[in-house]
């Protein structure tokens, strides 16, 4: 049996498409990069933006194609354009053989048997099989969203919250750990509220995954301002193996907008936490989210937007046009009505103004020793990234992968750092 796992879109698909891969290959598979070649298809699929889930219709029109040809490859759709309702995609794309949905809280191992007919005597040994190996790897650790932002279809098609348990987590850890994963990523549509529902917090599950001997990183994704707290901050200020490396989502710097979006907060609440924040983790590598065109933003509140950014002083920011998904409040509420053009303007004038910002918090790294994580190499030099998570990139002839290493920062741009070994592992 031979598999293609396709995945777009977030963290969380790759973490998913990772695991079912995975479980694929301890039924016997055998991985392949075509998926002509597959008898195996998943397709991890996401629905955020208008522009993936394009992109997952036209891999669907494709697979169609290569299934008339070859009507034994078995199908499955995974993420979150998955409905609880799929009688459109069913009556749309009838050779898909099943669907995935995130929603639904087997374990995996259960789909992977039941899609492919199989039971537990054609499972191979764990420690047999194809092993999917990964410097820096992402590992989900809660499903689903209890907080209803306007724009958001994510709460519909992943549902509720739910925590998986930190003996699950942490033994997933290991078996990556074993298999020479350095560092691990946590992830959770709100990540800080992992636990709420099963009596425990984030940074005691940091605290339990620092414990995994040859782990040398911990991050986690993604924050929201309202369920970061203190005790968070500490956990990331007093863990060694957690790294200083923070995604906040503001969306928006005008208070308008975001009651709009029902994101709960205000932008002086915004900026008070992370003032916190600096003042309680040192050296914090702090990045933010931002959508451009929301409904009804005029020209004013997204100067506020750009206000925003020359105070708060970001080192990343993902920005994003605003585009409406069906299902969700503002789709149904209000009129989609900032002209493409105009949010093409806006996005370009937040990267205009991000890309200055982030040259000069980076130019002030010039002259700076930075421990990074060898991740791999990219024409002809090592790259890798630091602890506050800017890429860096040095030349040595030695085998570094996979190491911690001292590199001294020599130049700077807006994206990268440039630099020299300073000593080996």
């Known amino acids: 049996m031979r598999y293609h796992v396709w995945s777009i879109g977030c963290q969380m698909n ?11 290959a301890h039924y016997g ?13 998943v397709l ?28 034994s490859m078995r199908v499955a759709l995974a993420g979150c354009m998955v409905e609880d309702d799929r009688s459109e995609l069913a009556r749309r794309y009838g050779f898909i053989d099943r669907f995935l949905s995130p929603k639904i809280d087997l374990p995996l191992g259960d789909q992977v048997a039941d899609f492919l007919d199989l039971d537990e005597r054609y499972r191979l040994d764990p420690e047999d099989g194809e092993r999917i190996h990964g410097i820096s790897q992402p590992v989900t650790i809660s499903q689903g969203c209890n907080r209803r932002c306007t724009y958001c279809i994510i709460p519909f098609r992943r549902g509720d919250e739910r925590s998986r348990s930190p003996r699950e987590i942490t033994r997933e850890v290991e078996q990556l750990a074993a298999r020479g994963t350095k560092e691990v990523v946590l992830l959770g549509q709100i990540v800080d509220r ?24 911990i991050r ?15 956990a990331v200020a007093s863990l060694p193996k957690v790294c200083e490396d923070v995604n906040l989502p503001i969306q928006a710097g005008d208070d308008g907008v975001l009651r709009r979006m029902a994101r709960g907060y205000g932008v002086e609440s915004y900026e008070r936490l992370v003032e916190e924040m600096r003042s309680v ?16 933003e005029t020209e004013a509140q997204f100067e506020n937007t750009l206000a925003l950014l020359e105070r708060v002083r970001f080192d990343v920011v993902h920005v994003a046009m605003y585009s409406p998904r069906p299902g969700t409040a ?39 020793r930075q421990q990074m994580l060898v991740e791999g190499t990219r024409k002809g ?18 085998p570094l992968a996979g190491q911690l290493v001292d590199v001294d920062v020599t130049r700077a741009s807006t994206w990268s750092l440039q630099g020299q070994l300073s000593s080996l592992p």
Request: a negative charge; proline letters at 2%.
């Open 194 to 217: 992992y636990g709420r529902d099963i009596g425990t917090t984030l940074g005691q599950l940091c605290a339990d995954v620092s414990e995994v001997q040859s782990l040398e990183r």
């Open 330 to 368: 503002s789709a149904r509420l209000w009129e989609d009505d900032v002209p493409s053009e105009e949010k093409k303007r806006r996005i370009h004038e937040v990267e205009r103004i991000q890309a200055r910002i982030s040259a000069e918090i980076n130019e002030a790294l010039v002259g700076t």
């Open 14 to 24: 790759t973490a998913d498409a990772r695991r079912m891969s995975e479980e694929l």
């Open 381 to 398: 030099k090592w790259y890798g990234r630091t602890r506050h998570n800017k890429l860096l990139f040095f030349e040595s002839e030695e």
């Open 281 to 296: 983790i040192p050296d914090l590598g702090l990045s933010t989210d931002i959508i451009v065109g929301f409904c009804g």
């Open 29 to 41: 598979g055998e991985a392949c990069e075509r998926v002509d070649d597959a008898d195996v298809v």
């Open 220 to 234: 986690f994704l993604t924050s929201y301002p309202l369920d970061f707290d203190r005790d968070l901050m500490k």
């Open 44 to 71: 991890y699929s996401c629905v955020v933006r208008e522009a993936a889930q394009n992109k997952v219709h036209n891999e669907l029109e494709q697979i169609r194609q290569i299934k008339r040809g070859r009507p």
